[in-house]
C-alpha cells in the first residue's frame, strides 16, 4: 500500500491506498479553498475497477466538494484529475461524462417539462442528433439512435423497477423515485464509473435496501461505483474499500471492519469535529 503518513493535531493521516493494479479514477494532490476555508488539502485517491469504494467522514470533511472537482463542477485551485488514464483535469463536466465518469447528486435534479421517459434519453452520452449537421446528412442513424435508445431506456426503467413511471412528469416523481430515475439515466451512458452522492439520503428502508440491491447486481456485472455515504449501515455492507475523509484529507483507507473500528475515525466522528 503506498501512503503518505502525516499528522494533524492528535490525528495520524494515512492517505489512501495509491498502488492499484487497474485504476478507473486517479486524483493527485487535488487543492481547492473557498476564501480562508480549505475545503480539500492535497486529496489523492485512486479507484480500482469493478470496486465499490465507499467515502466517508463528518459534515465539512470535503467530500462533496471532492466530488464536485472530480467531475468538473468546481474548477481546482490545484492538482489533477484522471479517468482511465485520461487527464480530464481541465474538462467540463459533459466531456468528463464523455470520458467514462458520471455522476448523481445528493439532491436530485428534476428535468422540467420531461416526463420520466424523455429524462432518461439524456443520459446517452455521443448522440448524432446533439449536433444539427448530422439531422441534414444522417437521418437514418439518428432514427436508429433513438429507437435503440428508447429500447434501452425501456429496459433500464424496468430494471429499476419504475417502468410504471415512465409517462409521469419527472416534477411529480418522490425524491426516493428521482434518485432512481437519476441513477438509471446515469447507466444509460454506460460509464466507466458512477459517483452517487448520498443515494440513500432521505428514503425510506425499503428503498434503500433496494438501491442497495442494485448497486451490487451492478457491480456483479463489472459497474465501479465511488459513494458518499452518511448511512454508515448501508455504506459498511456494500462498499470494500472505504476511504475516510476528514478535514479535507484523506484519513485512510481500509475495508469495513478495520475502518469501523479505528479510533482514528472514531474520534473523527465524535470528537469535536463532527
Known amino acids: 500500500m503506498s501512503i503518505e503518513s502525516n499528522s494533524i493535531g492528535k490525528l495520524t493521516y494515512d492517505g489512501a491506498d495509491l498502488s492499484k493494479d487497474d485504476v478507473v479514477l486517479r486524483t493527485d494532490e487535488l487543492k481547492k479553498s473557498f476564501g480562508g476555508l480549505t475545503a480539500t ?72 417539462g420531461m416526463t420520466v421517459r424523455e429524462a432518461m434519453l439524456v443520459g446517452p452520452q455521443g448522440q448524432s442528433g446533439e449536433s444539427i449537421i448530422p439531422l441534414f446528412l444522417r437521418g437514418g442513424t439518428i432514427k436508429s439512435e433513438e429507437t435503440t435508445n428508447l429500447e434501452d431506456a425501456q429496459k433500464m426503467l424496468e430494471r429499476f423497477e419504475i417502468d410504471h413511471l415512465a409517462n409521469a412528469p419527472s416534477t411529480e416523481l418522490s425524491g426516493g423515485q428521482l434518485k432512481l430515475v437519476e441513477m438509471a439515466r446515469a447507466m444509460m451512458a454506460q460509464p466507466d464509473i458512477l459517483l452517487l452522492d448520498e443515494p440513500v439520503a432521505g428514503v425510506n428502508p425499503t428503498l434503500a ?66
Not at 466531456?95 to 458520471?102: D, K, T, V, Y
Request: charged content about 25%.
Open 41 to 112: 488539502d492535497g486529496v489523492s485517491v485512486a479507484i480500482e475497477r469493478g470496486s465499490i469504494t465507499g467515502m466517508i467522514g463528518p459534515n465539512g470533511a470535503g467530500k462533496s466538494t471532492l466530488f464536485n472537482l472530480i467531475s468538473g463542477f468546481y474548477e481546482l485551485d490545484s492538482g489533477s484529475v484522471f479517468v482511465n488514464d485520461t487527464d480530464v483535469t481541465e474538462m467540463k463536466p459533459h466531456e468528463i461524462a464523455r470520458s467514462g465518469l458520471m455522476r448523481t447528486f445528493q439532491t436530485p435534479r428534476r428535468l422540467e
Open 209 to 274: 435496501k433496494k438501491l442497495a440491491g442494485f448497486i451490487k447486481e451492478l457491480n456483479q456485472e463489472g459497474q465501479t461505483f465511488l459513494i458518499i455515504e452518511h448511512d454508515m449501515s448501508f455504506i459498511m455492507e456494500i462498499a470494500d474499500p472505504i476511504i475516510v475523509l476528514d478535514q479535507g484529507k484523506v484519513l485512510m483507507e481500509d475495508a469495513p471492519e478495520t475502518v469501523r473500528s479505528d479510533e482514528r475515525v472514531i474520534e473523527a466522528y465524535l470528537g469535536g469535529n463532527a
